[in-house]
Structures are given as structure tokens and as C-alpha cells.
């Protein structure tokens, strides 16, 4: 069951992103704007993805500005309190996953929906936990 947790913390982490795009798009937007500087100097040649343009920032911090270092410090602030409360999700519906999803094939989504379909049924833990999150 650990695995369908797992899933379970991935399915509400795309259902927040894409629910949060505005928001995620301006934290990316934050960084852009606080680096400016040092993506323009440092990182112009990388392709962005796959943490490319991070690794860049970090190859050169000894040379960050400190607005720079500011705005990848606050990111770094704001996803952790995403995967706090991704893992506060996992945590409070795993009982309810077991009893009530544990049929259902994990992926695209099917055990979030199933918690939906289930939501009469659900703990309030988990119940309180989504809403919590947003997902709910």
C-alpha cells in the first residue's frame, strides 16, 4: 500500500499544480525576475528542464546577487511547505486508501477520483486533509 500512497502524493501534487498553475507560474516568474541578472550572464546557453537552469544558478552562487538569492531561497521555502502538506495528505488518507481504493489501479489520477467517488464514505481525517491542500 505504501506505493498507492506514494501515487496518491503525485496525483495531488499534479491536481495542485495544475490548480496552482497561476501561482506556480508566478514563483517562476519571481525567480526569473530576481536572477535576471545572473541568467542573462550565467545560464543564457542552457536549454531550460529537468533542473538545468538550477544547476546552472548553482554552479555560479558564489556569484549570486542577493535579490537573486532571495527569490530561490523563497521558492525553496514555498516547495517545501508543498511537500509538507503533500505529505501530510499521504499521511492522513492512507487508512482510507487501504479501505476504500485498494482495488484501484494507481496512475492518471484514479486514486484521487476515487477518494472523490468515496467522499461520503471517507475519513474526516482525509476529508479534512484535502481540503486543507485545495484538493477538495
Same mark, same amino acid.
Given at each position: 500500500?505504501?506505493?498507492?500512497?506514494?501515487? %496518491?502524493?503525485?496525483?495531488?501534487?499534479?491536481?495542485?499544480?495544475?490548480?496552482? $498553475?497561476? $501561482?506556480?507560474? /508566478?514563483?517562476?516568474?519571481?525567480?526569473?525576475? *530576481?536572477?535576471?541578472?545572473?541568467?542573462?550572464?550565467?545560464?543564457? =546557453?542552457?536549454?531550460? *528542464?529537468? @533542473?538545468?537552469?538550477?544547476?546552472?544558478?548553482?554552479?555560479?552562487? /558564489?556569484?549570486?546577487?542577493?535579490?537573486?538569492?532571495?527569490?530561490?531561497? =523563497? $521558492?525553496?521555502?514555498?516547495?517545501?511547505?508543498?511537500?509538507?502538506?503533500?505529505?501530510?495528505?499521504?499521511?492522513?488518507?492512507?487508512?482510507?486508501? =487501504?479501505?476504500?481504493?485498494? *482495488?484501484?489501479?494507481?496512475?492518471? *489520477?484514479?486514486?484521487?477520483?476515487?477518494?472523490?467517488?468515496?467522499? /461520503?464514505?471517507?475519513?474526516?481525517?482525509?476529508?479534512?486533509? %484535502?481540503?486543507?491542500? @485545495?484538493?477538495?
Amino acid at each position: 500500500m505504501r506505493a498507492k500512497t506514494i501515487v %496518491l502524493v503525485m496525483a495531488v501534487s499534479v491536481f495542485m499544480l495544475v490548480s496552482n $498553475a497561476v $501561482a506556480a507560474q /508566478d514563483l517562476v516568474e519571481t525567480v526569473a525576475k *530576481g536572477c535576471e541578472k545572473e541568467l542573462t550572464s550565467y545560464c543564457k =546557453d542552457v536549454t531550460p *528542464g529537468e @533542473g538545468r537552469i538550477l544547476a546552472c544558478l548553482y554552479a555560479h552562487s /558564489d556569484k549570486l546577487s542577493g535579490q537573486c538569492e532571495f527569490a530561490l531561497y =523563497d $521558492a525553496a521555502v514555498q516547495l517545501e511547505r508543498f511537500v509538507a502538506a503533500l505529505a501530510y495528505v499521504a499521511n492522513e488518507c492512507n487508512d482510507d486508501l =487501504d479501505k476504500f481504493c485498494s *482495488g484501484v489501479v494507481a496512475g492518471e *489520477g484514479r486514486l484521487l477520483k476515487c477518494l472523490d467517488e468515496n467522499s /461520503d464514505k471517507i475519513s474526516e481525517r482525509c476529508t479534512q486533509a %484535502l481540503k486543507d491542500v @485545495g484538493a477538495k
